[in-house]
Nanobody, 122 residues
């Protein structure tokens, strides 16, 4: 079992920045790929970014490339999502998730956090 707890959400104006954190506990964090997903009201959950256990490989949704950066610190079992140049369409509940493989399909991920709300005003 892996327990995940997101933090760092909040309200910002368009063009602003936020950094989300996801603290993991339980089984060996460093052996998992960590991903970020988001879900806006009335929309399907969508992939945002993912990072391999070593941090060597990352994957981003086209909609966030160049604006968001995923990183991880295995020593303190935490993965981060730095979000810059935020747009109103980025508003959603953001979830972190863990999986053994690098994938953008949310159905593949085994473990999920509770989510953190991001609101972006225009």
């Amino acid at each position: 079992q892996v327990q995940l707890l997101e933090s760092g959400g909040g309200s910002v104006q368009a063009g602003g920045s936020l950094r989300l954190s996801c603290a993991a506990s339980g089984r060996t964090f460093s052996s998992y790929v960590m991903g970020w997903f988001r879900q806006a009201p009335g929309k399907e959950r969508e992939f945002v970014a993912a990072i391999t256990w070593s941090g060597e490989y990352t994957l981003y949704a086209d909609s966030v490339k160049g604006r968001f950066t995923i990183s991880r610190h295995n020593a303190n079992n935490t993965v981060y999502l730095q979000m810059n140049s935020l747009k109103p369409e980025d508003a959603a509940v953001y979830y972190c998730a863990a999986d053994p493989l690098l994938t953008s399909r949310w159905t593949d991920y085994d473990y999920w956090g509770q989510g953190t709300q991001v609101t972006v005003s225009s």
